[in-house]
């Protein structure tokens, strides 16, 4: 069982140059959801979707972009990379939305030099 | 804003000893999940709670959510150095899960 699967597991940048991380599920699960981790702040919400062609905001969205063209896959997308999105992001997904187990992928580290 | 606090942050015990943490928020949440997150990898549920008092046993984890539904602990008897992890408290909010920072806890062999 794969589960979610995010790619790439690593990556570094430098200021301005743009990337996209991709998660695919293979548990049929309506809601996806991107999160960034930093230490001492836990996980924050920066977007979500809640079925195929669906985006929206969560907490901190500014400076990302999401797109949900096929139910499997949500992809994040930084367009002008700054320092300050360096973290830790994970690909989420679950049946229900906000009580509902959430099902997580292994994490993709990102450095913004 | 509804916010959750996690205490203590950090927590270094000898296996064998219990310990509790805890998850404090002064908003009522409609449930609570609680995570464990090893290193380099996707938090893991362990248990949800939804009913004011609840409490739930997973092995020697036992979790209780408050009468209130404000708070929440979770205590490990006799901790072994497998529990070592990153523990998340998540409550349910307005439209989304609201995150605690997490308790690192490490166990000595």
């Known amino acids: 069982n794969a589960g979610v699967t995010q790619t790439p597991k690593f990556r570094v940048l430098k200021t301005g140059q743009s990337m996209t991380l991709l998660c695919a599920q293979d548990m049929n699960h309506e809601y996806m959801y991107w999160y960034r981790q930093d230490p001492g702040m836990g996980l924050r919400l920066i977007h979500y979707s809640v079925g195929e062609g669906t985006t929206a905001k969560g907490e901190v969205p500014d400076g990302y972009n999401v797109s949900r063209l096929k139910k499997q896959n949500f992809l994040l997308g930084l367009e002008s990379a700054a320092p300050s999105q360096t973290s830790v992001y994970f690909c989420?997904?679950?049946?229900?939305?906000?009580?509902?187990?959430?099902?997580f992928g292994e994490g993709s580290r990102l450095t913004v030099l | 804003t509804q916010l959750l606090e996690q205490s203590p942050q950090f927590l270094s015990i000898q296996e064998g000893e219990n310990l509790t943490v805890y998850c404090n928020s002064s908003?009522?949440?409609?449930?609570l999940q609680w995570y464990r997150q090893e290193p380099g990898e996707g938090p893991v549920l362990l248990v949800t709670?939804?009913?004011g008092g609840e409490v739930k046993k997973l092995k020697r984890l036992t979790f209780q959510f408050g009468d209130a539904r404000k708070d929440s602990s979770l205590h490990i008897t006799a901790a072994q150095p497998g529990d070592t992890g990153l523990y998340l408290c998540?409550?349910?909010?307005?439209?989304?899960?609201?995150w605690g920072a997490g308790t690192k806890l490490i166990i000595k062999p």
């Open positions: 989420a997904s679950s049946w229900q939305t906000y009580t509902g187990e959430l099902f």
């Open positions: 908003s009522v949440f409609s449930s």
């Open positions: 709670v939804v009913t």
């Open positions: 998540a409550g349910g909010g307005n439209y989304q899960l609201i």
